[in-house]
């Protein structure tokens, strides 16, 4: 799960937090291979990115953490975008209603909820926030 968070000042806190310490040393690593940024946009890659690894400005924004999305919430609320792909659907129904639920809390008002492509948003947390593009699973929360 990535989270960001905005701060009093409008500085960005990025919460990169995972269950598993193997993941979180790759995120800690934060080397990617050539092909992760085929689809990222030159402009952006030249501004955050120096020989495919992030600036050191940018990996000072993020705090690799471990993280049990099933006992805590997460740490910083409340955060302007939660991504969090590919991990709700490994969890029983009840479990992910409670997941979404912990999210919405979390985000700000008008932040966005991200979603794995086969992961859809569903019991009380479908009725607090704005679906905003199918596809791509993204949802708001109204401001
Ligand atoms: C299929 S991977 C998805 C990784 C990444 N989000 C992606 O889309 O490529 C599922 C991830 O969820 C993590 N995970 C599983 N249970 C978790 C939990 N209870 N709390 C936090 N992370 C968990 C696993 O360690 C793993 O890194």
Redesign the pocket.
Known sequence: ?LVLETLGERRAVIDA????RL?LERTQQATYPHAAFTEMPVDLKRRYFRDDQPLPGVRQLVQVRQ?????EPPPHPPYDLI?????AI??ERTAQERLFQVFVDALAPGGVLLL?KVETLFGPARERLTLVDPRERIYTKPA
Do not use: E
């Open positions: 799960m937090t995972d269950i598993d993941s993280h049990d999305l099933t006992r991504v969090c792909r590919n991990v490994y969890f794995g």
